[in-house]
């Protein structure tokens, strides 16, 4: 018997003037199973589903949709968003689609209310009844009168699923649905997504997380530089995971990773480069800290314990309330991102996209960004060292660009994070402090851009990383620092570093053994 | 990749088809169209809104904009000609005088916008009401007549120049380029300048492209917009001198919807009203389009009214061709 598939894309191909985002991918999804779909950043993932959901338009390829069983099999060459509607498909998107001012059940229903019998007047009574019978559907208990933005991120993730589940969706595409959300929401979420699957509902599951492929999964395809690379059947015998995660890494990647993090030579020098003392400001408490030359300083602890907001008192973006700092020996108290800038003190922020780049800019303005004052005489840019100190970088971090004149915004996150190091670079930054620096980078690029923190603290930069990630908070870091609420709950040298204890100190509670040495 | 390049620059300097088109089609019409005295006359018309376009360029490029220009033009007529008439002031002194007031008066824009966070529509349409009130009180809504300038081409600057320099002497025909256009010219090469040599150009690209990551670049975003609030009236002012020179008389009622023209000339030359996009010979491309088109219009019998809802379509079809183009290049 022939594979009863609801949805093939056949060899899509989508061109943009000078960019190929899809060379060749072809995608087969079954009824009733769920597909994890698995790439590096800018290997064509998001396109792809764009293309599903009529938000693209492919040069070239198909589309068949089976909707039933046994149906007629539909082909198109594109596809609107009313016609991805009409043929059962649905996306749910990193970035939600609410309203948040409308109850969970007016956004069910947004765009075709159920109207009374008047035909005016909106019936929300029998909106929300729909919209609690979804809900029971899915097993989650949302009150379908409250309003969306009073609803964690978990429960707003419920919604859209709910309300694609009401319109009859029969493939389901979720594109890093995990990202937001905490662990356990996650966990409420894998439970909808299997119980859809039951149900026979067709799940697109994209991730970069691959244990939640290995847990969700029927079977996985992977995808490199807009290319189908192959499909494989998941394993879920626990012995043949971690073998398995290294064949996708390699086929994700094209090549082979040994080590997630590059061995770094001792080089943690005695001079202090930064001291924080009894710091208060922008939400923090009393943070008091020391960073050294040739050290990566790790702060530890949960999204909201303040992390970034003392980062943004260091860089000046934030005032401090009291409290000293002193860098290279010498008090500062810098009132604007320029001023720490001249003091030597740069920030990689956790949004590179809002805050870090300027994505409309060439690589080239962006690395020259914060010297340009520096290299002009009379207002007059120096445009040969511009362009040197571009190509400098460019060379020695390994920028993969057509030009230093191209936009940043055409570059992968990885590029575009070594673009905003290069910036710092060129501004001959002492304190290099990194927010999340990984965030959204795949896998071979994590890599690299841990080499490049190595070469930096060998060359004697400090640096402050502020990580979620646990794995690299420990793998990177030469000491850890953990907040919570905004105060410093306590510290780790190299020897104790441990996810239980930074765990504990990250939801606030001080273990019995330390309480005694403070 | 060959072919993209040509495709860029092709694009980049498609609106002068557009401008050659125009004149073929107004020439075809009116052989007199490209007479010398209409294009004389074109360029000194055009002179005063292609110096004021300059500043409301920089203005756009930040994804700003400025409604107070043509009211500081008025009030630039005023009190530079009521420095002259009424209080015998000395030519330069009050042309320099109402230049400065000019210029704080964008940096009282600039003080709106940044410090204090107004929308930069509504704080630059207060201004304007503010300062066409001014001129009204001042001149009490009546004209100003009879100032100095007994030449039509901005005289003092023509007699002086002609005495100062040969090369004028030489050329003879400074009477024909009308030295309000000189001055636009430099203004232009000014502004092109500014926006591709100096770093201040990097600067409001980058601005215009991410307020906040250009701030954690160590730009100091508020004080740029305090320079470019006080740019955009500096050219409005020194337009005002230019307005003053050609009509002889100052009208409190001088200049109004001006903002209006010059905003349409910068948005058809390519400044992108979202920000962070634009260049300078674009915007020489967008006013010389209007300003031809004013003056063919003119000569072929287009009523006012019937220009006015011309000029709205152009502005509505400029900003049109960028947001969808900009829509495209998204799906």
Same mark, same amino acid.
């Given at each position: 018997?022939?594979?009863?598939?609801?949805?093939?894309?056949?060899?899509?191909?989508?061109?943009?003037?000078?960019?190929?985002?899809?060379?060749?991918?072809?995608?087969?999804?079954?009824?009733?199973?769920?597909?994890?779909?698995?790439?590096?950043?800018?290997?064509?993932?998001?396109?792809?589903?764009?293309?599903?959901?009529?938000?693209?338009?492919?040069?070239?390829?198909?589309?068949?949709?089976?909707?039933?069983?046994?149906?007629?099999?539909?082909?198109?060459?594109?596809?609107?968003?009313?016609?991805?509607?009409?043929?059962?498909?649905?996306?749910?998107?990193?970035?939600?689609?609410?309203?948040?001012?409308?109850?969970?059940?007016?956004?069910?229903?947004?765009?075709?209310?159920?109207?009374?019998?008047?035909?005016?007047?909106?019936?929300?009574?029998?909106?929300?009844? !729909?919209? %609690? +019978? #979804?809900?029971? &559907?899915?097993?989650?208990?949302?009150?379908?009168? @409250?309003?969306?933005?009073? *609803?964690?991120?978990?429960?707003?993730?419920?919604? !859209?699923? %709910? +309300? #694609?589940?009401? &319109?009859?969706?029969?493939?389901?595409?979720?594109? @890093?649905?995990?990202?937001? *959300?905490?662990?356990?929401?996650?966990?409420?979420?894998?439970?909808?997504?299997?119980?859809?699957?039951?149900?026979?509902?067709?799940?697109?599951?994209?991730?970069?997380?691959?244990?939640?492929?290995?847990?969700?999964?029927?079977?996985?395809?992977?995808?490199?530089?807009?290319?189908?690379?192959?499909?494989?059947?998941?394993?879920?015998?626990?012995?043949?995971?971690?073998?398995?995660?290294?064949?996708?890494?390699?086929?994700?990647?094209?090549?082979?990773?040994?080590?997630?993090?590059?061995?770094?030579?001792?080089?943690?020098?005695?001079?202090?480069?930064?001291?924080?003392?009894?710091?208060?400001?922008?939400?923090?408490?009393?943070?008091?800290?020391?960073?050294?030359?040739?050290?990566?300083?790790?702060?530890?602890?949960?999204?909201?314990?303040?992390?970034?907001?003392?980062?943004?008192?260091?860089?000046?973006?934030?005032?401090?309330?009291?409290?000293?700092?002193?860098?290279?020996?010498?008090?500062?108290?810098?009132?604007?991102?320029?001023?720490?800038?001249?003091?030597?003190?740069?920030?990689?922020?956790?949004?590179?996209?809002?805050?870090?780049?300027?994505?409309?800019?060439?690589?080239?303005?962006?690395?020259?960004?914060?010297?340009?004052?520096?290299?002009?005489?009379?207002?007059?840019?120096?445009?040969?060292?511009?362009?040197?100190?571009?190509?400098?970088?460019?060379?020695?971090?390994?920028?993969?660009?057509?030009?230093?004149?191209?936009?940043?915004?055409?570059?992968?996150?990885?590029?575009?994070?070594?673009?905003?190091?290069?910036?710092?670079?060129?501004?001959?930054?002492?304190?290099?402090?990194?927010?999340?620096?990984?965030?959204?980078?795949?896998?071979?690029?994590?890599?690299?851009?841990?080499?490049?923190?190595?070469?930096?603290?060998?060359?004697?930069?400090?640096?402050?990383?502020?990580?979620?990630?646990?794995?690299?908070?420990?793998?990177?870091?030469?000491?850890?620092?953990?907040?919570?609420?905004?105060?410093?709950?306590?510290?780790?040298?190299?020897?104790?570093?441990?996810?239980?204890?930074?765990?504990?100190?990250?939801?606030?509670?001080?273990?019995?053994?330390?309480?005694?040495?403070? | 990749?060959?072919?993209?390049?040509?495709?860029?620059?092709?694009?980049?300097?498609?609106?002068?088809?557009?401008?050659?088109?125009?004149?073929?089609?107004?020439?075809?019409?009116?052989?007199?169209?490209?007479?010398?005295?209409?294009?004389?006359?074109?360029?000194?018309?055009?002179?005063?809104?292609?110096?004021?376009?300059?500043?409301?360029?920089?203005?756009?490029?930040?994804?700003?904009?400025?409604?107070?220009?043509?009211?500081?033009?008025?009030?630039?007529?005023?009190?530079?000609?009521?420095?002259?008439?009424?209080?015998?002031?000395?030519?330069?002194?009050?042309?320099?005088?109402?230049?400065?007031?000019?210029?704080?008066?964008?940096?009282?824009?600039?003080?709106?916008?940044?410090?204090?966070?107004?929308?930069?529509?509504?704080?630059?349409?207060?201004?304007?009401?503010?300062?066409?009130?001014?001129?009204?009180?001042?001149?009490?809504?009546?004209?100003?007549?009879?100032?100095?300038?007994?030449?039509?081409?901005?005289?003092?600057?023509?007699?002086?120049?002609?005495?100062?320099?040969?090369?004028?002497?030489?050329?003879?025909?400074?009477?024909?380029?009308?030295?309000?256009?000189?001055?636009?010219?430099?203004?232009?090469?000014?502004?092109?300048?500014?926006?591709?040599?100096?770093?201040?150009?990097?600067?409001?690209?980058?601005?215009?492209?991410?307020?906040?990551?250009?701030?954690?670049?160590?730009?100091?975003?508020?004080?740029?917009?305090?320079?470019?609030?006080?740019?955009?009236?500096?050219?409005?002012?020194?337009?005002?001198?230019?307005?003053?020179?050609?009509?002889?008389?100052?009208?409190?009622?001088?200049?109004?919807?001006?903002?209006?023209?010059?905003?349409?000339?910068?948005?058809?030359?390519?400044?992108?009203?979202?920000?962070?996009?634009?260049?300078?010979?674009?915007?020489?491309?967008?006013?010389?389009?209007?300003?031809?088109?004013?003056?063919?219009?003119?000569?072929?019998?287009?009523?006012?009214?019937?220009?006015?809802?011309?000029?709205?379509?152009?502005?509505?079809?400029?900003?049109?061709?960028?947001?969808?183009?900009?829509?495209?290049?998204?799906?």
């Amino acid at each position: 018997m022939a594979d009863d598939y609801v949805l093939e894309l056949e060899h899509i191909r989508k061109e943009y003037p000078g960019v190929i985002a899809l060379k060749d991918v072809t995608l087969q999804l079954r009824r009733g199973e769920i597909l994890g779909l698995i790439g590096e950043n800018g290997a064509g993932k998001s396109t792809l589903i764009k293309c599903c959901s009529g938000a693209v338009i492919p040069t070239s390829g198909k589309i068949k949709i089976k909707k039933e069983a046994g149906g007629e099999v539909k082909e198109f060459s594109r596809m609107t968003p009313q016609l991805a509607a009409e043929n059962g498909i649905a996306i749910i998107y990193q970035e939600f689609n609410n309203v948040g001012e409308l109850s969970a059940a007016e956004n069910m229903f947004l765009g075709r209310p159920i109207l009374k019998k008047n035909g005016i007047v909106i019936d929300r009574k029998a909106m929300e009844a !729909e919209a %609690a +019978k #979804a809900f029971a &559907q899915l097993d989650i208990n949302i009150n379908p009168g @409250e309003l969306v933005k009073n *609803l964690s991120v978990g429960y707003q993730q419920m919604v !859209e699923i %709910a +309300k #694609a589940i009401q &319109q009859n969706a029969q493939v389901l595409i979720m594109d @890093e649905p995990s990202a937001p *959300l905490t662990t356990k929401e996650v966990e409420s979420m894998f439970k909808v997504v299997e119980l859809l699957k039951s149900r026979g509902v067709s799940i697109i599951y994209i991730s970069h997380r691959l244990e939640e492929i290995f847990r969700l999964s029927d079977r996985i395809e992977v995808i490199r530089d807009g290319e189908y690379v192959d499909t494989l059947i998941t394993d879920k015998d626990p012995a043949t995971i971690p073998h398995q995660v290294d064949d996708l890494i390699k086929l994700m990647v094209g090549r082979e990773m040994t080590q997630k993090y590059p061995p770094r030579k001792p080089c943690v020098r005695d001079d202090v480069v930064i001291e924080l003392q009894h710091v208060y400001g922008n939400g923090d408490e009393d943070i008091s800290f020391k960073v050294h030359a040739g050290e990566v300083l790790g702060l530890g602890g949960l999204v909201g314990a303040g992390r970034t907001e003392i980062a943004q008192v260091i860089f000046g973006a934030r005032p401090k309330d009291s409290g000293k700092i002193i860098f290279l020996g010498n008090e500062i108290n810098p009132k604007a991102p320029r001023a720490a800038i001249d003091y030597g003190i740069a920030l990689l922020p956790e949004d590179r996209k809002r805050h870090g780049a300027l994505l409309t800019n060439s690589i080239k303005n962006n690395i020259s960004m914060p010297i340009y004052e520096r290299i002009s005489k009379a207002s007059v840019i120096d445009s040969k060292f511009e362009k040197a100190t571009a190509e400098k970088y460019r060379e020695d971090i390994q920028i993969k660009c057509p030009s230093i004149h191209q936009l940043v915004k055409n570059l992968s996150g990885g590029n575009q994070q070594k673009v905003i190091l290069a910036k710092w670079l060129a501004a001959n930054s002492k304190l290099i402090i990194f927010d999340e620096p990984t965030r959204g980078i795949d896998v071979g690029a994590k890599y690299e851009i841990y080499k490049l923190i190595n070469d930096l603290v060998e060359n004697g930069v400090a640096i402050l990383m502020i990580s979620s990630e646990m794995e690299e908070l420990i793998g990177m870091s030469d000491r850890i620092i953990v907040l919570a609420e905004g105060k410093m709950m306590g510290e780790l040298q190299k020897d104790e570093f441990d996810a239980d204890t930074i765990l504990t100190y990250a939801s606030g509670i001080v273990p019995e053994n330390k309480k005694e040495a403070s | 990749m060959n072919e993209n390049k040509f495709m860029t620059v092709f694009k980049q300097n498609a609106i002068w088809l557009v401008f050659i088109a125009e004149i073929a089609i107004f020439a075809y019409f009116n052989p007199k169209f490209l007479s010398v005295p209409n294009i004389v006359n074109i360029s000194r018309q055009v002179s005063y809104y292609g110096i004021a376009s300059i500043g409301m360029t920089f203005v756009i490029l930040i994804a700003g904009i400025d409604l107070s220009i043509g009211s500081i033009i008025a009030l630039v007529n005023v009190v530079c000609a009521y420095l002259m008439m009424n209080m015998g002031w000395n030519m330069w002194l009050a042309i320099l005088v109402s230049i400065l007031m000019a210029i704080l008066i964008g940096v009282l824009n600039g003080w709106m916008v940044a410090s204090i966070g107004i929308p930069a529509i509504i704080a630059t349409f207060a201004s304007q009401t503010i300062f066409r009130g001014c001129a009204y009180l001042l001149s009490g809504g009546l004209p100003i007549p009879g100032v100095v300038l007994e030449h039509p081409t901005f005289g003092f600057f023509a007699r002086w120049a002609l005495n100062r320099w040969d090369i004028f002497k030489s050329m003879g025909q400074v009477g024909l380029i009308p030295i309000c256009a000189i001055i636009m010219v430099i203004c232009f090469a000014a502004g092109s300048f500014i926006l591709n040599k100096s770093y201040f150009g990097r600067y409001f690209y980058a601005i215009g492209g991410n307020e906040e990551a250009s701030e954690l670049s160590g730009i100091r975003v508020n004080k740029m917009k305090y320079l470019i609030y006080a740019l955009s009236g500096f050219f409005a002012g020194l337009a005002g001198i230019v307005l003053l020179s050609r009509s002889g008389s100052a009208q409190s009622t001088a200049a109004i919807g001006f903002e209006f023209e010059v905003i349409t000339c910068v948005v058809l030359g390519g400044v992108s009203v979202a920000g962070g996009i634009g260049r300078m010979s674009g915007v020489v491309a967008g006013v010389l389009i209007i300003g031809s088109l004013k003056s063919g219009m003119i000569m072929m019998n287009v009523s006012e009214y019937t220009q006015m809802v011309v000029q709205g379509l152009v502005l509505a079809v400029a900003v049109g061709i960028d947001c969808f183009s900009k829509k495209r290049q998204a799906s």
